[in-house]
């Protein structure tokens, strides 16, 4: 057996980022910058006010209180969108929208909150004093030219994509999203609600492994339910490295007679077959095959599923261009024993973590088996054991969340 660390950096070591593609914005959430996108412009273009209310003078509001108010005539009213065509002159105000341009010689606002309707409508009496500058948002205070607003390699968020289009940039350059193509191998295996013959069982993997993929972001395409025959397994990659970025393949990778999926690796490109010293998913193969990476995954649903997090994601991460390759490690709180044998391995418990008065804790979720899949529907963790007795109740566990 070897180390997982030992798999994952032989796995990082053969994939490489993928090529760059110019995407419209509004298809580009999440996707990783191929640029640095630097402003052009000032943002925002103009001074403007923050708040509804009026554009004065400062220094006519010295002295204003709620018993001392100063009455200011009001010389016009200036909505959002509207360059205003006068000047503010001591002793006047103009009431003003928010997100409005200020008026020549005007250097405050005051809130609406802080002003009464004068006599007549054409005055406003102020009750507090502003200073200059007060509530005004200044020309290039978010950006000014050449500011760098997105660094190369930054996974782009909502907030990136709105400053974007605030800058009037309506495309970007990011790196390309794998298209991972997907089979199952198992003579046992059937899709459909048909009774089972005797033997069989129904295909899981490809289902899960699929909803994985999707929701971390990965484009997939479906190459089918394949049986253990090595002719078929070959033609299933030659088909799947011709339009794909990645290939994953589940089962057909263990001890047994009929795992062929590794001797079809072996004979088509630079196959590694390993014993990871993990529990659940000891088996993995990984080739490169005509330069596209195969991952083959155990055949049993949690394990694929395991391996795929271990493995084969933090792989498509590189080649996407993500920084962040790896779950953050967390520690929390053992809500329960977590007890196991030694066995050389680690183990990755399926777990759940929830917050309690400010600390994590980890509890196991239910049935434990490779092969038990609802054990795992209920995680959203997987609580890392290492080779040794176990984590009792109460004591720190680490974890990451999947
Ligand atoms: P294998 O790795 O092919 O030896 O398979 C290990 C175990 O996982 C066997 O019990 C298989 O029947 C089961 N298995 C393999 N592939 C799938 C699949 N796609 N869906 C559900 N179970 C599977
Ligand atoms: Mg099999």
Redesign the pocket.
């Known amino acids: 057996m070897i180390p997982l660390e030992e798999a994952q950096n032989y796995v990082l070591e053969r994939v490489f980022q993928l090529s760059e593609e110019k995407l419209d914005i509004s298809s580009a959430y999440s996707r990783v910058t191929a640029e640095v996108v630097t402003s052009k412009e000032l943002v925002p273009p103009f001074d403007n006010t923050a708040v509804d209310g009026y554009a004065v003078k400062a220094a006519d509001t010295e002295g204003a209180t709620e018993t001392n108010e100063v009455t200011l005539e009001v010389v016009g009213s200036i909505p959002a969108g509207v360059q205003p065509d006068f000047e503010i002159q001591h002793g006047q105000a103009a009431r003003i929208m928010t997100g409005a341009p200020l008026p020549q010689g005007a250097d405050a606002v005051v809130m609406v909150e802080w002003t009464n309707v004068g006599e007549n409508e054409n005055a406003v009496r102020v009750n507090r004093s502003v200073r200059n500058g007060d509530h005004i948002r200044k020309a290039g205070e978010d950006l000014y030219p050449d500011d760098q607003v997105i660094d190369q390699g930054t996974s782009l968020t909502a907030a990136h994509i709105g400053l974007l289009a605030g800058l009037g940039v309506y495309q970007v350059s990011v790196i390309r999203r794998p298209t991972v193509g997907i089979f ?3 003579d ?2 059937v899709e459909g609600s048909q009774t089972l013959l005797p033997g069989q ?1 129904r ?4 289902f899960s492994l699929m909803a994985l993929l999707e929701s971390d972001g990965f484009e997939t395409i479906d190459l089918g339910l394949i049986p253990d025959n090595k002719d078929v397994i070959e033609e299933t990659v030659q088909e799947g490295i011709g339009k794909c970025d990645a290939l994953i393949t ?5 001890m ?1 007679d009929y ?1 062929y999926v590794k001797v079809v690796l072996n004979d088509m490109g630079d196959m590694r077959w390993m014993q990871i010293a993990i529990k659940p998913a000891k088996p993995f193969a990984f080739g490169v095959v005509e330069g596209v990476p195969v991952f083959g995954l ?4 949690v394990s694929s599923m395991v391996s795929y997090l271990l493995l084969a994601k933090p792989a498509l991460n590189k080649m996407m261009g993500r920084s962040k390759i790896f779950p953050d490690v967390l520690i929390g709180d053992a809500a329960e024993d977590f007890r196991r044998r030694v066995d050389g391995k680690t183990h990755f418990v399926r777990a759940f973590s929830s917050q309690q008065k400010g600390v994590t804790l980890v509890s196991p979720t239910g049935k434990q088996g490779s ?1 038990q899949l609802s054990g795992m529907a209920n995680a959203d963790t997987l609580a890392i054991v290492s080779d040794g007795e176990g984590v009792l109740k109460g004591n720190p566990i680490e974890y990451f969340r999947f």
């Open positions: 199952s191998t198992g046992e295996l069982i295909d899981s993997n490809r589940t089962g057909g990778v263990s047994g795992d155990p055949g049993n649903p092969h």
